[in-house]
């Protein structure tokens, strides 16, 4: 019965069952799957403990006989005084004037609307003349379409409950349910659809949450299992002894974090399936140097590393810092960019062919065909979103199927990193080296910008560097912000010949950018106004003073970023956000920016605040749509089913016991098993 036409439901002709098709509903079984976005709450409650502007249902007695204001063509305002426990209060109807004949004072009624906390009214929805008598304290709430009215769709799911309530399979096994008190599949719909109580909702919503998370975590695991057995890699047998001896040669202890990550890196190079690592770490937590021991392993092993890196200036601060711990060991390093002369390229590329270079860092002018490895073990993509798949697939193939890993300095939720990239393993870096001082952030208004300036002015006049980023290139007519432009002219007449003012944005091509930055890096230019452009990892240590014009524009996690230009070197730093948020949002946004560094508590708020569509982007997420689960409030849940999945995947009971059946039909209808075990 459950998989039969819905028209098999009473009261559903023809039209209604092409209105339904309409929203995706065409059997029994697909409109039970269609949950409500939310429920309406009749249960009474005290004004006392209602919040501003709540949905509320009260008892209240009449206090005045109402009046009506007639506000212009079929609009009105029906007002009276009632008595809600210890509150007399205004009840308000728009548009229901005929309900002056049936409210009478001295009656009693049952008010459900909105409750205005400051005014002391209620702005009535819905009305009932006498106590509240009903059942029903909670009524679904679903997303429709076209002239399908919710009192009806109601009906017919009732009836759709009722119909095949003893036909339902369960979809969890018996373990799980019990291991995790989940309630069995009937009552859970009941409690989804037309909930007894708030528990009864809230243990159906448990339910189904984890079992979405679960089937959602199995097609992950699974792929992720899939690709690590058909991928097969080479096991670099590293000399641990002479890595031990390179870590000691380090100018500073490794922190905690930092020895986890090496210690999860060095474990993938032994195996011999091919490492595929995502690694997350803030601005300035030392990935660089991670990086490096990861590279210095490969090569004790007789392998070449290679460091890919989005820009010019980014490689050549990688190959600063590696020649620096590289050179006293013997390790060669070479440097491989567009700007490469043609000479010096040729010895270089017959070099690596012949394997005299160790490791070769560059942009991407390390994929051009003519640059050949000897025998490449390991390969580092830094700030891997800014390439495209296709250019980091090239680089892969450079060698014989060598490890992979992944470097980012925007800090990705663990919530979202293992199901974003589900298919990767995920390293965080998520503490700093010790000693390094916070960046104070402040939060002005525009009016502020003045005393901002003469704090700006106190670090240039001390012989530090500052940075002044604009959300907009030029002036523009529909947006009423700063824009990088005219930014770059109010400074030059605040300053004028004090300081060296330079500009920088999306429009200069690359080469000018790479000059303006050099010319910022080497200390020629004091201030340097830019729009987003300006690098992630870009290091600048004697820049000391952000100022980020509009900052309400920007999202927590690029706030973030922008900052972290600051706050590299010896000198304390300062952030500066100049905002005028209209939204409560937007206030939250600058609160939580004034209130912590850490990149990952932001990246969490960040999620929270827009959700994990908005977080990439809704198109690039490749997020799925969940009826009920929430990744942002559900990530213990997340974290749960993922432990359950992979385990399930290795077990010789997952593929033969009927009680994983739905799951196994699920997870093969999901593709990703193609119809076959991958075990």
């Given at each position: 019965?459950?998989?039969?036409?819905?028209?098999?439901?009473?009261?559903i002709?023809?039209?209604t069952a092409?209105?339904l098709?309409?929203?995706?509903?065409e059997?029994?079984?697909?409109?039970?799957?269609?949950f409500?976005?939310r429920?309406e709450?009749f249960?009474l409650k005290?004004?006392t403990?209602?919040?501003?502007n709540?949905?509320?249902?009260i008892e209240?007695?009449?206090?005045?006989?109402?009046?009506?204001?007639?506000?212009g063509?079929n609009?009105?305002?029906l007002?009276?005084?009632a008595l809600?426990?210890?509150h007399?209060?205004?009840?308000?109807?728009?548009?229901q004037?005929?309900?002056?004949?049936?409210?009478s004072?001295?009656g009693i009624?049952?008010v459900?609307?909105?409750?205005d906390?400051?005014?002391?009214?209620?702005?009535?929805?819905?009305v009932?003349?006498g106590?509240?008598?009903e059942?029903?304290?909670?009524?679904?709430?679903?997303?429709?379409?076209?002239n399908?009215?919710q009192?009806r769709f109601?009906?017919?799911?009732?009836?759709a409950?009722?119909?095949?309530?003893?036909?339902?399979p369960?979809?969890?096994?018996h373990?799980?349910r019990?291991?995790?008190?989940l309630v069995?599949?009937?009552e859970?719909l009941?409690?989804?659809?037309?909930?007894q109580?708030?528990?009864h909702a809230?243990?159906a919503?448990?339910?189904?949450?984890?079992?979405?998370?679960?089937q959602?975590?199995?097609r992950?695991?699974a792929?992720?299992k899939?690709?690590k057995?058909?991928?097969?890699?080479?096991?670099?047998?590293?000399d641990?002894?002479?890595?031990?001896?390179?870590i000691a040669?380090?100018?500073?202890?490794l922190?905690?974090?930092?020895?986890?990550v090496?210690?999860?890196?060095?474990k993938?190079?032994?195996?011999?399936?091919?490492?595929?690592?995502?690694l997350q770490?803030?601005?300035g937590?030392g990935k660089?140097?991670?990086a490096?021991?990861g590279?210095?392993?490969?090569?004790t092993?007789?392998y070449q590393?290679?460091?890919?890196a989005?820009?010019?200036?980014l490689?050549?601060?990688?190959?600063?810092?590696?020649h620096?711990?590289f050179?006293?060991?013997?390790?060669k390093?070479?440097l491989l960019s567009?700007?490469?002369?043609?000479?010096?390229?040729r010895?270089?590329?017959?070099?690596?062919?012949?394997g005299?270079?160790?490791?070769?860092?560059?942009?991407?002018a390390?994929?051009?065909?003519?640059?050949?490895?000897?025998?490449?073990?390991?390969?580092?993509?830094?700030?891997?979103?800014?390439?495209?798949?296709?250019?980091?697939?090239?680089?892969?193939e450079?060698?014989e199927?060598?490890?992979?890993?992944?470097?980012?300095?925007?800090?990705i939720?663990?919530?979202?990193?293992?199901?974003?990239f589900g298919e990767?393993d995920v390293?965080?870096?998520?503490?700093?080296?010790?000693?390094r001082k916070e960046?104070?952030?402040h939060w002005?208004k525009?009016?502020?910008?003045?005393?901002?300036?003469m704090?700006?002015?106190?670090e240039l006049?001390?012989g530090?560097q500052?940075y002044?980023?604009?959300?907009?290139?030029?002036?523009?007519?529909?947006?009423?912000?700063?824009?990088a432009?005219?930014?770059?002219?109010?400074l030059?007449?605040?300053?004028g010949?004090?300081?060296?003012?330079g500009l920088?944005?999306?429009?200069?091509?690359s080469?000018?950018?790479?000059?303006v930055m050099?010319?910022?890096?080497?200390g020629?230019?004091?201030v340097?106004v830019?729009?987003t452009?300006?690098?992630?990892?870009?290091?600048v240590p004697?820049a000391?003073?952000?100022?980020?014009?509009d900052a309400?524009?920007?999202?927590?996690?690029?706030?973030h970023q922008?900052?972290?230009?600051?706050?590299r070197?010896?000198?304390?730093?300062y952030c500066?956000?100049?905002?005028d948020?209209?939204?409560?949002e937007?206030?939250e946004?600058?609160?939580?920016?004034?209130?912590?560094?850490?990149?990952?508590?932001?990246?969490?708020?960040?999620?929270?605040?827009?959700g994990?569509?908005?977080?990439f982007?809704?198109?690039q997420?490749?997020l799925?749509?969940?009826?009920?689960?929430d990744?942002?409030?559900?990530y213990?849940a997340?974290?749960?089913a993922?432990q359950?999945?992979?385990?399930?995947?290795?077990?010789?009971?997952?593929?033969?016991?009927?009680e994983?059946e739905?799951l196994?039909?699920d997870?093969t209808?999901?593709?990703?098993?193609?119809?076959?075990?991958?075990d």
């Open positions: 019965m459950i998989h039969e036409p819905v028209s098999q439901l009473k009261g002709g023809k039209e092409e209105n098709m309409k929203i995706g509903i059997t029994i079984h697909d409109l039970i799957w269609t409500p976005y429920h709450d249960r005290d004004l403990e209602t919040p501003h709540e949905r509320v249902t209240a007695r009449v206090e005045s006989e109402p009046t009506v204001l007639f506000l063509k609009k009105s305002r007002q009276f005084t809600a426990g210890r007399l209060i205004k009840v308000v109807f728009f548009n004037n005929y309900l002056r004949q049936k409210i004072t001295g009624i049952t459900t609307g909105k409750w906390r400051g005014r002391q009214v209620i702005v009535g929805s819905s009932t003349f106590p509240k008598t059942q029903v304290d909670f009524e679904p709430v679903y997303s429709l379409k076209g399908i009215q009192k109601r009906k017919y799911m009732r009836q409950l009722d119909t095949v309530k003893d036909q339902l369960e979809t969890l096994p373990y799980l019990e291991n995790y008190q069995n599949i009937q859970a009941e409690g989804v659809h037309f909930p109580s708030a528990d809230k243990q919503r448990r339910r189904f949450v984890y079992e979405e998370l679960l959602f975590q199995l992950i695991q792929l992720r899939a690709n057995e058909n991928e097969k890699g080479i096991s670099v047998r590293f641990l002894e002479k890595l031990k001896e390179f040669t380090l100018p500073y202890e922190t905690g974090a930092q020895k986890r090496v210690n999860e890196i060095c993938d190079l032994l195996l011999p399936q091919r490492m595929n690592r995502l770490g803030d601005v937590s660089t140097v991670v490096a021991i590279l210095y392993a490969a090569v092993a007789g590393g290679a460091l890919m989005p820009t010019e200036i490689a050549e601060q990688h190959a600063e810092n590696l620096m711990w050179d006293p060991i013997g390790v390093i070479a567009g700007s490469t002369k043609t000479k010096a390229r010895e270089l590329l017959a070099q690596l062919a012949a005299e270079i160790d490791i070769l860092i560059g942009t991407h390390l994929i051009q065909p003519d640059v050949e490895f000897k025998k490449l073990g390991f390969v580092i993509t830094d700030e891997q979103h800014r390439f495209g798949v296709e250019q980091r697939r090239v680089l892969r450079k060698g199927n060598p490890d992979v890993l992944f470097m980012t300095a925007t800090p939720p663990r919530t979202l990193a293992i199901t974003a990767m390293s965080i870096i998520d503490e700093l080296p010790a000693g960046i104070e952030t002005l525009k009016e502020q910008l003045n005393s901002v300036l704090r700006m002015t106190q006049e001390a530090r500052a002044v980023i604009a959300p907009l290139i030029e002036e523009s007519d529909k947006l009423d912000v700063q824009n432009v005219e930014a770059y002219e109010q030059k007449a605040y300053f010949n004090r300081f060296e003012i920088m944005h999306g429009r200069l091509h080469d000018e950018k790479d000059t050099r010319a910022f890096s080497d020629e230019i004091h340097l830019s729009t452009v300006v690098e992630v990892g870009v290091n004697n000391t003073f952000m100022t980020i014009y309400e524009r920007f999202g927590l996690a690029q706030l922008l900052r972290g230009r600051v706050g070197g010896e000198h304390q730093s500066v956000l100049i905002a948020p209209k939204t409560d937007g206030k946004r600058m609160m939580s920016m004034t209130e912590t560094n850490d990149g990952f508590r932001l990246a969490e708020k960040d999620l929270e605040l827009r994990s569509g908005d977080f982007g809704k198109r997420s490749g799925p749509e969940f009826k009920l689960a990744l942002v409030h559900d213990r997340l974290e749960t993922r359950d999945a992979e385990k399930m995947l290795y077990d010789e009971a997952f593929w033969q016991d009927p994983y739905f196994r039909e997870l209808a999901s593709g990703v098993l193609q119809g076959e075990r991958i």
